[in-house]
């Protein structure tokens, strides 16, 4: 989608739902910095695995479980995946301001910026924040993306295996019933 496109698109908008707009575009946002921080997870559970010369399901779940519930920040994954895969260093700033970004939209944006709600501008301001950091959030994980098939295919990660593994999760949460139960601050309970 073109950012002229986002922009009609809210300039059009019945200005009782704006509001609503700037945060649909806010969610995708922090959407795609999850859908990100989800990949460098990926990425370095992924290279521990292929470092083992056989793994059990339950190592991977350990292996996973210990990236997703680390202390460590995103921040310091990046340094481990930049050394780990070989990033170029125009890619690892590129990560990095992604990251700084990240951190800025999930911790402080509204509260620097709660003033912008005040003017037409400045809503529209931050439908343009939200838009173009998810352009750079896309573009950076599709360079991940990049360097973890080429890792997979040197370790012999095959995309067959990787599809394999996720139909096996989707089989097994497709048929669940998700109730009052259910605990969304925990993964996969």
């Known amino acids: 989608m073109e950012e002229q496109t986002i922009l009609d698109e809210f300039n059009d908008a019945d200005p009782t739902k704006k509001h609503i707009l700037i945060m649909a575009h806010f969610g995708r946002a922090v959407y795609y910095a999850q859908l990100l921080e989800q990949q460098c997870v990926n990425m370095l559970a992924i290279q521990e695995l292929c470092d083992k ?35 170029n260093q125009v890619d690892i700033v590129e990560l990095k301001e992604v990251i700084q970004m990240r951190n800025h939209y999930t911790h402080s944006y509204f509260r620097f910026n709660d003033v912008l709600f005040h003017s037409e501008s400045g809503k529209l301001r931050m439908v343009k924040d939200f838009f173009r950091f998810t352009i750079k959030a896309k573009s950076i994980d599709v360079k991940l993306e990049s360097y973890a098939a080429q890792y997979n295919t040197m370790n012999h990660v095959t995309e067959e295996k990787i599809l394999s593994m996720m139909q096996s999760v989707k089989d097994e949460w497709s048929d669940k019933v998700i109730d009052e139960s259910y605990d969304s601050t925990k993964k996969n309970n």
């Open 53 to 87: 010369v056989s793994f059990t399901e339950e190592d991977v779940d350990e292996c996973f479980s210990k990236y997703d519930f680390s202390k460590k920040t995103l921040g310091a994954f990046s340094n481990i995946i930049a050394e780990s895969y070989n990033m």
